[in-house]
C-alpha cells in the first residue's frame, strides 16, 4: 500500500502558508519528499531519517514522526515556484524500493 | 558529475507492438536503478528496481519486464503493448549499496502514447 497524502490539492496566494501531509499504514523507517513540475522529472527536496526529526530547505520543511508514521511537508510565505505537485515517498526499513504517495498538487497565485 | 539519460523521449505506439526503453546511468557504479511510472495525472508506481547486474525485483504484475545487463544499463521492455502501458516512464538511480540513504536521481522521463 502507498503512503496517502492530503490534501490532493491546495490553490495558494503568493505569501500564504500550506502544510502536506503523508501518513503510512507501514512503519516509516526514512521519509522522502520531491517535487515535480508539469511535464518534468521530480526533483529531490530533503529526507528525514530519524523520528521527530525536522529538516528545511529555504521555506520549505519538513517533520517526521515516527510513532504515528507520518510526516508533514511545510510551505512557509509560499513562492510562485513552489507550485507543482509534491510526493512523499516511503522507505522500508528492510529493503530497497521507494513507495510514493499520490501527490499533491499546489498551485500558488500571485 | 553523474548524469542519467533516458531514451527515447517521446514514442507513439500502436496496441500490439513491442517495447523497449533504456536507461544509463554515468560516473558511477553499482547504483540502485528503478523504473518507475505515472499514468496522467497520477502519482508515481513502482514498477522495478535492481541492486546489481541480472537483479531485478518486480513490483506489479503486468506485461512488461526489466533487464540489466550491464552495470550502469536498465531496460524496460514489453512484447505486446496495451492500451493501459500509456504514460510516463521515469528512470532514477540511488546512492551505491543495498539502501537508499539520499536522494533518487531522475531521468527526463519517456512518454508512451498506445494507441
Known amino acids: 500500500q502507498q503512503p496517502v497524502q492530503s490534501p490532493q490539492a491546495v490553490i495558494l496566494r503568493e505569501g500564504e502558508d500550506a502544510v502536506i501531509n503523508c501518513s503510512s499504514s507501514?512503519?516509516?523507517?526514512?521519509v522522502h519528499w520531491y517535487r515535480q513540475k508539469h511535464g518534468e522529472a521530480p526533483v529531490f527536496l530533503m529526507i528525514?531519517?530519524?523520528?521527530?526529526e525536522q529538516k528545511g530547505h529555504d521555506k520549505i520543511s519538513a517533520s517526521f514522526n515516527e510513532k504515528k508514521q507520518q510526516s508533514s511537508l511545510y510551505l512557509t510565505a509560499s513562492q510562485l515556484s513552489y507550485s507543482g505537485t509534491y510526493f512523499c515517498?516511503?522507505?522500508?526499513?528492510?529493503?530497497?524500493?521507494?513507495?510514493f504517495g499520490g501527490g499533491t498538487r499546489v498551485l500558488v497565485k500571485p | 558529475s553523474q548524469t542519467i539519460h533516458q531514451w527515447p523521449a517521446t514514442l507513439v505506439q500502436p496496441v500490439g507492438s513491442p517495447l523497449s526503453l533504456e536507461c544509463t546511468v554515468e560516473?558511477?557504479?553499482?547504483?540502485?536503478l528503478y523504473w518507475y511510472r505515472q499514468a496522467a495525472g497520477r502519482g508515481l508506481q513502482l514498477l522495478f528496481y535492481?541492486?546489481?547486474?541480472?537483479?531485478i525485483s518486480s513490483e506489479v504484475p503486468q506485461n512488461l519486464s526489466a533487464s540489466r545487463p550491464q552495470d550502469r544499463q536498465f531496460i524496460l521492455s514489453s512484447k505486446k503493448l496495451l492500451l493501459s502501458d500509456s504514460g510516463f516512464y521515469l528512470c532514477?538511480?540511488?546512492?551505491?549499496?543495498?539502501?537508499?540513504?539520499?536522494?533518487?536521481?531522475f531521468g527526463e522521463g519517456s512518454r508512451l502514447t498506445v494507441l
Open positions: 535492481s541492486v546489481g547486474i541480472g537483479q
Open positions: 507501514k512503519a516509516l523507517y526514512s
Open positions: 515517498g516511503r522507505l522500508e526499513a528492510a529493503g530497497n524500493k521507494l513507495t
Open positions: 528525514l531519517l530519524k523520528g521527530g
Open positions: 532514477a538511480w540511488s546512492v551505491i549499496g543495498g539502501r537508499i540513504t539520499g536522494e533518487l536521481f
Open positions: 560516473g558511477t557504479s553499482n547504483p540502485n
